[in-house]
């Protein structure tokens, strides 16, 4: 079964987000990050950063809620959270990796 590490008001939504809308089986882990949970040693072995998320899919451990969001569009394709057509896809890639910063 996979695994979130997250906490809900970080970028972990993302990925929390994605699993739901695919109905995907998960454990979802929380990260004390005020408590310092995310500099654990046994944290720092998923992400040397120390930073959430981090999805563990057997063997296979990512970080970054953008890339983890494209995974999981990936892994589940039949459910249709990516579109197959080239041009909606690059604006959903687009949303996906959007960060809100203004310059």
């Known amino acids: 079964m996979m695994k979130l590490y997250g906490l809900g008001p970080t970028r972990s939504l993302r990925a929390l987000w994605a699993l739901r809308e695919l109905d995907a089986e998960f454990e979802f882990?929380?990260?004390n990050i005020l408590g310092g949970e995310a500099r654990h040693p046994?944290?720092?072995?998923?992400n040397p950063a120390?930073?959430?998320?981090?999805?563990?899919?057997g063997?296979?451990?990512?970080?970054?809620?953008?890339?983890?969001v494209m995974y999981l569009a990936e892994k589940y394709g039949a459910?249709?959270?990516?579109?197959?057509?080239?041009?909606e896809r690059a604006q959903a890639y687009r949303w996906t990796l959007f960060c809100g910063?203004?310059?």
């Open 42 to 46: 046994d944290f720092l072995r998923l």
């Open 79 to 87: 459910k249709g959270l990516m579109p197959t057509d080239l041009k």
């Open 29 to 31: 882990v929380p990260v």
């Open 101 to 103: 910063y203004r310059a």
């Open 50 to 57: 120390g930073k959430l998320p981090v999805l563990v899919d």
């Open 59 to 68: 063997d296979f451990i990512l970080t970054e809620s953008a890339a983890i």
